[in-house]
């Protein structure tokens, strides 16, 4: 039987899951990895950290199934988005730590693109706003600040990637530089209508195209794998997409109208819209599904930044011991007594988009106990995803049926029913929670003929639990949006 072997390359690790014909999930291996953060507001990693983790958890995966390497039929990429490197392309060495998609070291110059009116002609084009969040600005700050880098790059030794990028290349020992679309739609540099990257935004921030990756469709062809590098394993690297987009596939949302949100160190609302990529009126973003050689399918999305990472704050504070004791001190109290938190400690993504806006915590009493705060950050997943979920209706104009959701958080039943009653709607948690690598998985099994149809890929979904909406959540989310207020008027901090 072949096996579909997928890598998903996370903010804090990478995970490889090995899937079966019959798309059963048959083994897991898992490997964290540091972050660094050398001054505020910056986030980066060790590409390095990536690759060395990524041959770890792949070692593991496959000795747990007993799958050697001619066992493997094609391998799916899954990663981080937004996520920036740059690296040379004789020594694939990286010529700077990477810049992580949660880094707002360009603030500066996103506002400084604004006033300079690009904000009309980026949505248009790109389907998204200017914000730090993406990959333009970071290149553009990596070419200015590193010794050497815009020399190079102009003479066309240096390659820029998002992390599916930079493995391809790995995997590949140098042999492809290649992305997919829904990565590239990331960047805010490519224009998600004509599918190419933008001249004029490549000339504004000063980036070469030559340093660019050649875009190909999701469900594709990204190389062979070189098996001197890559655990014996010679096979084709067959299906790319960013995590969002795969946790899409994962979840079965083929069908234009299908919607999911993922709990992660963010949390993540998309919304497929099918052959229409629609324009926001209420601060979503644009985006690309997926893709195969017939063409593209999109998305409205709700980036929302911190979710899960705001339970990883509080075990830093040392309020948890570990971040997987919040959902049972969660459920240890009825209610929060009151306490709002929003966490904007890298500012607010969607509907909000404002880099300045702070972390902030109102309602607090003497009374106020350790678990009323977990619980605190626990609700806030699911008052920023009510945030997000009404703004995407009312840019589709269609009302929301259901919502399918996944991530570490979506354990947490407590905060699932909550989510229920805010939205109004059913919650359906499936069986497999690795929807994220499942659905890397099934892009390269269609990719090969694994599988031979979207159709059959959906019939392998299967429902955990459905948490139906009880109501009297409409006082307690008037209240989030006060606080929501309170963390949006911050005044712009001290460069």
Request: net charge negative; aromatic share 8%; with cysteine.
């Amino acid at each position: 039987m072949p096996f579909v072997l997928a890598i998903d390359a996370g903010t804090t690790g990478v995970r490889a899951v090995v899937v079966d014909a019959g798309g059963a999930t048959v083994a897991m291996g898992y490997h964290e990895f540091p972050q660094s953060f050398p001054r505020p507001g910056w986030v980066e990693h060790d590409p390095e950290d990536w690759w060395r983790t990524a041959l770890a958890a792949t070692g593991e995966a496959l000795a747990a199934a007993g799958a050697g390497p001619a066992d493997v039929a094609a391998i799916g990429i899954t990663n981080q988005r937004e996520t920036t490197v740059v690296w040379d392309r004789d020594s694939l060495k990286p010529i700077h730590p990477a810049i992580v998609w949660q880094d707002r070291r360009t603030a500066g110059t996103c506002e400084a693109l604004r006033d300079e009116g690009w904000e009309e002609r980026v949505r248009a084009r790109t389907g998204l706003v200017i914000d730090p969040y993406f990959s333009g600005t970071k290149i553009a700050w990596l070419l200015e600040h590193v010794d050497g880098a815009r020399a190079a790059a102009e003479a066309g030794r240096l390659a820029f990637g998002t992390v599916d990028a930079y493995l391809i290349a790995r995997l590949t020992n140098g042999a492809e530089h290649a992305t997919d679309h829904t990565n590239a739609s990331r960047t805010m540099l490519f224009d998600i209508h004509r599918l190419d990257w933008d001249d004029e935004l490549l000339e504004r921030l000063g980036i070469p195209r030559a340093m660019l990756p050649e875009v190909r469709p999701s469900i594709g062809r990204f190389g062979v794998t070189d098996p001197s590098v890559f655990q014996g394993i010679e096979a084709p690297i067959a299906g790319v997409a960013g995590d969002q987009q795969a946790a899409l596939v994962g979840q079965a949302c083929f069908e234009p109208g299908d919607a999911k949100n993922t709990y992660g160190t963010g949390s993540f609302v998309l919304l497929n819209t099918g052959e229409r990529a629609p324009t926001s009126e209420h601060g979503l973003l644009t985006t690309i599904a997926y893709s195969d050689p017939g063409g593209v399918r999109y998305a409205l999305e709700g980036s929302i930044f911190v979710t899960g990472a705001a339970i990883q704050w509080l075990r830093d504070l040392g309020i948890l011991s570990e971040s997987s004791e919040a959902s049972d001190l969660a459920a240890s109290v009825p209610d929060t007594q009151g306490v709002y938190f929003v966490p904007a400690l890298t500012g607010l993504g969607a509907p909000w988009w404002d880099p300045h806006a702070r972390g902030t915590i109102v309602g607090l009493t003497r009374g106020t106990t350790r678990a009323h705060l977990v619980r605190a950050a626990v609700e806030a997943m699911a008052y920023q995803t009510r945030d997000v979920v009404d703004a995407m209706v009312a840019d589709a104009g269609v009302p929301l049926s259901a919502l399918r959701v996944d991530g570490g958080a979506s354990a947490n039943d407590t905060m699932l029913q909550l989510q229920a009653d805010l939205l109004g709607v059913p919650v359906r948690r499936p069986a497999i929670q690795e929807t994220t690598a499942i659905g890397a998985a099934y892009l390269a099994g269609l990719g090969t003929g694994v599988w031979s149809s979207k159709e059959e890929v959906a019939g392998h979904w299967r429902l955990d639990r459905e948490f139906t909406p009880g109501g009297g959540a409409d006082d307690a989310y008037t209240d989030w949006r006060r606080a929501v207020a309170q963390a949006l008027s911050w005044d712009h901090p001290p460069s």
